[in-house]
């Protein structure tokens, strides 16, 4: 079974920047049942919200319109990690971060690629906070 941990949490001002990692316990290559990777966020007594997804073999991504052009996602299969670049924090950017695998396919995805019912495994997530 596939494990994933985030870090890369923390304190950061509001305008400032922050960089989430999420690491697999397995290779990218050896994920063959699962096809999307996926960014979401929970903030306190808030529900789960998708931030961002990406495939696992290709390039293709997707964003919430929350984050869009401020928030990329991008991965590196040689440490089998997903980034999530984080600029100009806003305070309603407070929340635990979650990453999560799918084993649907990014096209079949479709509009449903940032909710998180279409996702099967779970990070313990990290938490982000953003205050002056």
């Known amino acids: 079974q596939v494990q994933l941990v985030e870090s890369g949490g923390g304190l950061v001002q509001p305008g400032g920047s922050l960089t989430l990692s999420c690491a697999a316990s397995?290779?990218?290559?050896?994920?063959?049942?699962?096809?999307?990777i996926g960014w979401f966020r929970q903030a306190p007594a808030g529900a789960r919200e998708g931030v961002s997804c990406?495939?696992?073999?290709?390039?293709?991504?997707d964003y919430a319109d929350s984050v869009k052009g401020r928030f990329t996602i991008s991965k590196d299969n040689t440490k089998n990690t997903v980034y999530l670049h984080m600029n100009n924090l806003k305070p309603e950017d407070t929340a635990v971060y979650f990453c999560?695998?799918?084993?649907?396919?990014?096209?079949?995805?479709?509009?449903?690629?940032?909710?998180?019912?279409?996702?099967?495994?779970w990070g313990q997530g990290t938490q982000v906070t953003v205050s002056s």
């Open positions: 397995r290779g990218f290559t050896d994920l063959t049942d699962f096809y999307a």
């Open positions: 999560a695998l799918s084993r649907w396919s990014f096209r079949a995805l479709g509009t449903a690629r940032l909710g998180s019912h279409m996702y099967d495994i």
């Open positions: 990406t495939s696992i073999r290709e390039t293709s991504a």
